[in-house]
C-alpha cells in the first residue's frame, strides 16, 4: 500500500501546497481521501489519474477537504469513467445534493453513490478497510486508520492513521497508537493563537506514550512557511520518539 500526498496544505493555499488530499494506492484499486483546491491537479499528475479514482473519501466537510469534489466528477464525466462513489460522515448526502443544486447540469452525469459512515463499525473504502474515530474540531468529522485490501488485521490495527483537522487529544493518540505512519493535522508553530488544532508541542505531548513509527506534520497554513525544522523538533521534545517528517505536495510512503 502507498500513500501519496496530494496535498498538505489548508484553506489558505500557497503555491508549494495544495489543499488537502491523499491517494491511497495497492496497485490494484485506489482511493482518494479528501478533495480540495488544487488536489484534482496534483491526481492529474499521478499515474493514477483522476481516471483512476473511482471513490471519495471525505474526513469532514469543510471548503478546503469538498471544494473539488465535483469538478472531480467533471473531470471523470468528460474522460467517459461512468462511476463515482462519495462516501463520509453524516452530511455527506447533504454536501452533495447541496453542490448539484447549485451545479444540476452535472446531475446524472456519471453513476453517482453517496454512502454516510461513522464510528460506531468498520467499513469498506474503493476495497480498503477502514476503521473511524470522531474528531475534535470546529466541524463534526472522522479521522480514519487504514488496511489493505489483501489484509487479514483487523482494520483498527491497520498501519496507516490519518487524523482530518482536529486538536490533539488522548483518543486520538490511541486511535493511531501502533501505526507505521500517522498523518495528524499540525496547522500552525507554536505560539500561535489557535483553536481545533494542534500546535508542534500539543501534538507531542498527546503522542508521548504511542508507538507510532513515522508522524508526517499536514494541512499546513502559511504561518508555518520557513519554521517547519523548528516545528519537527518541537514534536519531539514534548516527548513523540518516533520519526518527524513534515508532509510535502508529492511526497509517497509505502506502507
Same mark, same amino acid.
Not at 508522524?215 to 519537527?232: D, K, W
Given at each position: 500500500?502507498?500513500? %501519496?500526498?496530494?496535498?498538505?496544505?489548508?484553506?489558505?493555499?500557497?503555491?508549494?501546497?495544495?489543499?488537502?488530499?491523499?491517494?491511497?494506492?495497492?496497485?490494484?484499486?485506489?482511493?482518494?481521501?479528501d478533495c480540495g483546491s488544487g488536489v484534482l491537479q496534483r491526481l492529474a499528475g499521478t499515474e493514477t489519474g483522476y481516471e483512476g479514482v473511482s471513490t471519495v473519501l471525505l474526513t469532514h466537510h469543510h471548503l478546503d477537504h469538498v471544494s473539488a469534489l465535483l469538478p472531480l466528477?467533471?473531470?471523470?464525466?468528460?474522460?467517459?469513467?461512468?462511476?463515482?462513489?462519495?462516501?463520509?460522515? %453524516?452530511? %455527506?448526502?447533504?454536501?452533495?445534493?447541496?453542490?448539484?443544486?447549485?451545479?444540476?447540469?452535472?446531475?446524472?452525469?456519471v453513476d453517482l453513490a453517496v454512502r454516510e459512515v461513522s464510528a460506531a463499525r468498520l467499513f469498506s473504502a474503493a476495497g480498503f478497510d477502514v476503521a473511524a474515530r470522531e474528531t475534535r474540531h470546529s466541524m463534526a468529522g472522522l479521522a480514519y486508520r487504514f488496511s489493505p485490501p489483501s489484509s487479514e488485521a483487523d482494520p483498527a490495527d491497520g498501519p496507516l492513521t490519518l487524523s482530518g483537522d482536529t486538536e490533539a487529544f488522548a483518543g486520538m493518540a490511541s486511535f493511531a497508537d501502533g501505526s507505521d505512519a500517522l498523518v495528524h493535522d499540525c496547522s500552525f508553530p507554536d505560539g500561535t493563537d489557535v483553536s481545533n488544532h494542534p500546535n508542534p508541542t500539543e501534538l507531542g505531548a498527546s503522542l508521548a506514550s504511542v508507538d507510532v513509527d513515522t508522524l508526517l506534520l499536514s494541512h499546513l497554513y502559511p504561518h508555518t512557511g520557513g519554521r517547519e525544522r523548528e516545528m519537527a523538533r518541537s514534536v519531539r521534545k514534548a516527548g513523540f520518539d518516533g520519526e518527524v517528517e513534515v508532509a510535502s505536495d508529492g511526497l509517497r510512503v509505502d506502507l
Amino acid at each position: 500500500m502507498e500513500l %501519496t500526498v496530494l496535498g498538505s496544505g489548508s484553506a489558505m493555499p500557497v503555491p508549494e501546497r495544495v489543499q488537502a488530499g491523499y491517494l491511497l494506492d495497492d496497485g490494484d484499486r485506489s482511493l482518494l481521501v479528501d478533495c480540495g483546491s488544487g488536489v484534482l491537479q496534483r491526481l492529474a499528475g499521478t499515474e493514477t489519474g483522476y481516471e483512476g479514482v473511482s471513490t471519495v473519501l471525505l474526513t469532514h466537510h469543510h471548503l478546503d477537504h469538498v471544494s473539488a469534489l465535483l469538478p472531480l466528477l467533471k473531470a471523470r464525466w468528460l474522460a467517459g469513467e461512468a462511476h463515482l462513489e462519495v462516501v463520509g460522515p %453524516t452530511g %455527506t448526502k447533504s454536501l452533495v445534493d447541496g453542490l448539484l443544486d447549485v451545479h444540476d447540469y452535472l446531475d446524472g452525469r456519471v453513476d453517482l453513490a453517496v454512502r454516510e459512515v461513522s464510528a460506531a463499525r468498520l467499513f469498506s473504502a474503493a476495497g480498503f478497510d477502514v476503521a473511524a474515530r470522531e474528531t475534535r474540531h470546529s466541524m463534526a468529522g472522522l479521522a480514519y486508520r487504514f488496511s489493505p485490501p489483501s489484509s487479514e488485521a483487523d482494520p483498527a490495527d491497520g498501519p496507516l492513521t490519518l487524523s482530518g483537522d482536529t486538536e490533539a487529544f488522548a483518543g486520538m493518540a490511541s486511535f493511531a497508537d501502533g501505526s507505521d505512519a500517522l498523518v495528524h493535522d499540525c496547522s500552525f508553530p507554536d505560539g500561535t493563537d489557535v483553536s481545533n488544532h494542534p500546535n508542534p508541542t500539543e501534538l507531542g505531548a498527546s503522542l508521548a506514550s504511542v508507538d507510532v513509527d513515522t508522524l508526517l506534520l499536514s494541512h499546513l497554513y502559511p504561518h508555518t512557511g520557513g519554521r517547519e525544522r523548528e516545528m519537527a523538533r518541537s514534536v519531539r521534545k514534548a516527548g513523540f520518539d518516533g520519526e518527524v517528517e513534515v508532509a510535502s505536495d508529492g511526497l509517497r510512503v509505502d506502507l
